[in-house]
T-cell receptor, first 108, second 113 residues
Framework: QKEVEQNSGPLSVPEGAIASLNCTYSDRVSQSFFWYRQYSGKSPELIMSIYSNGDKEDGRFTAQLNKASQYVSLLIRDSQPSDSATYLC????????FGAGTTVTVRA | DAGVTQSPTHLIKTRGQHVTLRCSPISGHKSVSWYQQVLGQGPQFIFQYYEKEERGRGNFPDRFSARQFPNYSSELNVNALLLGDSALYLCASIWDRGLQEQFFGPGTRLTVL
């Protein structure tokens, strides 16, 4: 079983819609969770960190964490073409374990 | 403030050769990690160093080695290159070892022919 799994993409959403990305993880002791955005040919960029259960909002991004269900999600509101990228979920278990990523395409 | 720097940006090697990749973390950060990312996959953990000590090693063969210098910069060395070593090699600068909030450099694209 993979340590971190993300919903398979690609995910195509119209401009202005909400993009919803999901991630599950297997290690119950993980305490830190991250979302990275990676544009094609570039390195990952940290966009959200979340450490406790509940929601965390930063601009158009909302991360949600449920440790009991071992689930973390990312919502992108008012999606823009510039949000088109691959989104990587990462979980801290002394190192970062990454999912394979979900590619999001925002169509104008 | 300078971010994470890596060199070189691109590298082409042939099978059996050796390669050295370099990384400088964000000023004030004392820990770095190295990752390998092949196309279509998430980054895979190779090594983590903190205060010049190895603090973690991923599931990579002994052909991969690394070290951290007193100024906290780091090198990743790969011996006896294989075609399968072709990948984007990422260095991450770590703000807090406990929380593991990591900031990536631009990466080194290694192609093995």
């Amino acid at each position: 079983q993979k340590e971190v799994e993300q919903n398979s993409g690609p995910l195509s959403v119209p401009e202005g819609a909400i993009a919803s990305l999901n991630c599950t993880y297997s290690d119950r002791v993980s305490q830190s969770f991250f979302w990275y955005r990676q544009y094609s040919g570039k390195s990952p960029e940290l966009i959200m960190s979340i450490y406790s259960n509940g929601d965390k909002e930063d601009g158009r991004f909302t991360a949600q964490l449920n440790k009991a269900s071992q689930y973390v999600s990312l919502l992108i509101r008012d999606s823009q073409p510039s949000d088109s990228a691959t989104y990587l979920c990462a979980v801290n278990d002394y190192k970062l374990s990454f999912g394979a990523g979900t590619t999001v395409t925002v169509r104008a | 403030d300078a971010g994470v720097t890596q060199s070189p940006t691109h590298l082409i090697k042939t099978r059996g050769q050796h390669v050295t990749l370099r990384c400088s973390p964000i000023s004030g950060h004392k820990s770095v990690s190295w990752y390998q990312q092949v196309l279509g996959q998430g980054p895979q953990f190779i090594f983590q160093y903190y205060e010049k000590e190895e603090r973690g090693r991923g599931n990579f063969p002994d052909r991969f080695s690394a070290r951290q210098f007193p100024n906290y910069s780091s090198e990743l060395n790969v011996n006896a290159l294989l075609l399968g070593d072709s990948a984007l090699y990422l260095c991450a600068s770590i703000w807090d070892r406990g929380l593991q909030e990591q900031f990536f450099g631009p990466g080194t694209r290694l192609t093995v022919l």
